[in-house]
């Protein structure tokens, strides 16, 4: 259970902790911090050793509710605060609730140094006229692509343009989507922490739900939605149905009834984090099966150094930040159909694995969230013009693409 603590809106004035000199690191995130492990957790766990962070995610709805933040701690370091807004409001009143909630937390005004850092567009409606010394987007997705996106995302992006003062995009196709955007982006692909999933290479027991699945396995991790190519599936389960296919993840978006059915389809559900490393540890091939569709033009997964670094061989779809450089550097097997993914899963069998593996881990030994934070880090130091008094000796690149390249 986290350590929680509920207030109202007028209880805490400032989430700066007591005694910190650090400054306050503000992020508007539209994804939850205990929902899946990704980017803004990597990043974010990273950057509180250098700033008080923040999150303020969407809001929650109850039913007579009085509006308030509810504030808790997490053990990453990182402070989360929910809007918590009563049943049956406008939008027009969500978004002003919202703006009050925000400014009786944070303030108007910056008091002291403090940075804004936004992953949804959607939070400049209510934050427009807060002040921060320098802010951030950290665009790691192409959400007007996805489905329900509105116009008001747009307009809202285009203002977060205006207004920020660095893009840092979530790989290098989404990189070169926005660059003539801004006068200052950066591309900061998908990164890694390989020694989180390097623990697969020497786990030798299956989780409990799990262990009764026959081999070959084939697996996949991570939110399953409608990028998700779920007819590909289908058709890659039928013509080798003495194959299984082991999928992990929470359904969002889509219905549930919609996922196709088959003996040799194992929808086990989320798993957390740390649970990861347990399940890729008895997996043959991973199956990164995408839809190619406008939600998936830009994405650059981060379970693709993920699987590499558990050892874990990969085909996928025609991912354009999977085939650059993953593809083209013979390290990720690229199928278009279902007897291509069949053709290539077959072709990972017959091959020896080890020269595949030390191809693999003279790429990862590329990069690192760590990397990636620092070469962030130091961006945002030049911008406000402060020196980094933990900054390595050796400089990291302004323009990171760790570990794509």
Same mark, same amino acid.
């Given at each position: 259970?986290h350590?929680?603590?509920t $207030?109202?809106?007028y209880?805490?004035r400032?989430p700066?902790?007591?005694?910190s000199?650090?400054p306050?690191l503000?992020?508007?995130s539209?994804?939850?911090?205990?929902f899946?492990w990704?980017?803004? +957790?990597h990043l974010?766990?990273? %950057?509180?050793k250098?700033?008080?962070v923040?999150?303020i995610?969407?809001?929650?709805?109850?039913?007579?509710?009085?509006?308030?933040?509810?504030v808790?701690?997490?053990?990453? !370091?990182?402070t989360?605060a929910v809007?918590?807004?009563?049943?049956g409001?406008?939008?027009?009143?969500i978004? #002003?609730e919202?703006?009050?909630?925000?400014?009786?937390?944070i303030?108007?005004?910056?008091?002291?140094?403090r940075?804004?850092?936004y992953?949804t567009?959607?939070a400049?409606?209510?934050?427009?006229?807060?002040?921060?010394?320098?802010?951030?987007?950290?665009n790691m997705d192409e959400?007007s692509?996805?489905?329900g *996106?509105?116009?008001?995302?747009?307009?809202?992006?285009n *203002?977060?343009?205006?207004?920020?003062?660095l893009?840092?995009?979530? !790989?290098?196709?989404?990189?070169?989507?926005?660059?003539?955007?801004?006068?200052?982006?950066?591309?900061?692909? #998908?990164s890694?922490d390989?020694n989180?999933f390097?623990? %697969?290479?020497s786990?030798? +027991?299956?989780p409990e739900?799990?262990?009764?699945?026959?081999?070959?396995r084939l697996?996949?991790?991570?939110?399953?939605?409608?990028?998700?190519?779920?007819?590909?599936l289908?058709?890659?389960?039928?013509?080798?149905?003495?194959?299984?296919?082991v999928m992990?993840g929470?359904?969002?978006k889509?219905?549930?009834?919609?996922?196709? +059915?088959?003996p040799n389809?194992?929808w086990?559900?989320?798993?957390s984090?740390n649970?990861?490393?347990?399940?890729?540890?008895?997996?043959?091939?991973?199956?990164m099966?995408?839809?190619?569709n406008?939600?998936t033009?830009f994405i650059?997964? $981060?379970?693709t150094?993920?699987?590499?670094?558990?050892? &874990?061989p990969v085909? #996928?779809?025609?991912?354009?930040? &999977?085939?650059r450089?993953y593809?083209?550097? !013979?390290?990720?097997?690229?199928?278009?159909?279902?007897?291509?993914?069949?053709?290539k899963v077959? $072709?990972?069998?017959?091959?020896?694995?080890d020269?595949?593996l030390a191809?693999v881990d003279?790429?990862?030994?590329?990069?690192?969230w760590?990397?990636?934070?620092?070469a962030?880090h130091?961006?945002?130091l030049?911008?406000?013009?402060? *020196?980094a008094t933990?900054?390595p000796?050796s400089?990291?690149?302004?323009?990171?693409?760790?570990?794509?390249?």
């Amino acid at each position: 259970m986290h350590e929680r603590l509920t $207030t109202q809106s007028y209880a805490l004035r400032s989430p700066v902790k007591a005694g910190s000199e650090k400054p306050l690191l503000v992020c508007f995130s539209h994804l939850r911090w205990d929902f899946v492990w990704q980017r803004p +957790q990597h990043l974010l766990s990273r %950057a509180a050793k250098h700033y008080d962070v923040l999150i303020i995610e969407e809001p929650m709805f109850k039913a007579g509710v009085t509006p308030h933040m509810d504030v808790s701690e997490r053990p990453q !370091g990182v402070t989360i605060a929910v809007p918590m807004l009563p049943e049956g409001l406008s939008h027009e009143d969500i978004i #002003s609730e919202q703006h009050d909630l925000i400014e009786n937390l944070i303030g108007r005004e910056s008091a002291s140094p403090r940075v804004f850092w936004y992953y949804t567009p959607m939070a400049m409606a209510f934050t427009s006229d807060l002040e921060c010394d320098l802010c951030v987007y950290d665009n790691m997705d192409e959400l007007s692509l996805f489905r329900g *996106a509105s116009q008001e995302l747009l307009d809202l992006e285009n *203002a977060l343009f205006t207004r920020c003062d660095l893009v840092f995009t979530g !790989g290098m196709s989404l990189y070169e989507a926005k660059k003539h955007r801004h006068r200052s982006v950066h591309g900061f692909p #998908s990164s890694i922490d390989f020694n989180h999933f390097s623990q %697969a290479r020497s786990i030798h +027991q299956d989780p409990e739900d799990q262990a009764m699945i026959p081999h070959l396995r084939l697996g996949f991790f991570g939110v399953v939605d409608e990028r998700m190519d779920i007819d590909l599936l289908a058709e890659v389960a039928d013509l080798r149905p003495d194959w299984n296919f082991v999928m992990i993840g929470p359904v969002v978006k889509i219905d549930p009834a919609s996922l196709p +059915q088959r003996p040799n389809i194992h929808w086990l559900g989320g798993k957390s984090y740390n649970e990861l490393p347990h399940y890729l540890a008895g997996w043959d091939v991973g199956f990164m099966n995408f839809a190619l569709n406008e939600a998936t033009k830009f994405i650059s997964p $981060t379970k693709t150094p993920e699987f590499l670094a558990a050892g &874990v061989p990969v085909v #996928s779809t025609a991912i354009t930040d &999977v085939i650059r450089p993953y593809g083209e550097k !013979g390290l990720v097997e690229i199928a278009r159909s279902a007897k291509e993914v069949v053709a290539k899963v077959e $072709t990972i069998l017959s091959r020896p694995k080890d020269p595949w593996l030390a191809r693999v881990d003279r790429h990862l030994a590329a990069g690192s969230w760590d990397k990636t934070w620092g070469a962030m880090h130091k961006l945002m130091l030049d911008v406000t013009g402060e *020196a980094a008094t933990d900054r390595p000796t050796s400089s990291l690149p302004v323009y990171a693409t760790t570990p794509a390249e």
